[in-house]
Nanobody
Framework: QVQFVESGGGLVQPGGSLRLSCAVS????????MGWYRQAPGKQRELVAF???????NYSDSVKGRFTISRDNAKNTVYLQMNSLKPEDTAVYYC?????????WGQGTQITVSS
């Protein structure tokens, strides 16, 4: 069964940076497109970035130019480097298969952007 363990969240001031990590197990990681999703309070979960098995990337307009997704197939891990953070980036961040997810989700990691 696939498992996702997200880490790296926290409280950061506007304009700051964070790097999220997601360790994945239970699947042949290197054949899947992987994505980062987020869910803000009162809103639906949304896909913000994904990376194909070959390393091609795609970003939502809301994070393009600020976030960078990457992967390390040797470590079964996907990363999200987040720069120039804004209060509207506040959410719980999850990783999963992208752009359509598996049914199972990890616990996510909370990002709060506030002064």
């Amino acid at each position: 069964q696939v498992q996702f363990v997200e880490s790296g969240g926290g409280l950061v001031q506007p304009g700051g940076s964070l790097r999220l990590s997601c360790a994945v197990s239970g699947i042949i990681f290197n054949i899947y497109t992987m994505g980062w999703y987020r869910q803000a309070p009162g809103k639906q979960r949304e896909l913000v970035a994904f990376i194909t098995s070959g390393g091609s990337t795609n970003y939502s307009d809301s994070v393009k130019g600020r976030f960078t997704i990457s992967r390390d197939n040797a470590k079964n891990t996907v990363y999200l480097q987040m720069n120039s953070l804004k209060p509207e980036d506040t959410a719980v961040y999850y990783c999963n298969k992208g752009p359509t997810s598996f049914r199972s989700w990890g616990q996510g990691t909370q990002i709060t952007v506030s002064s």
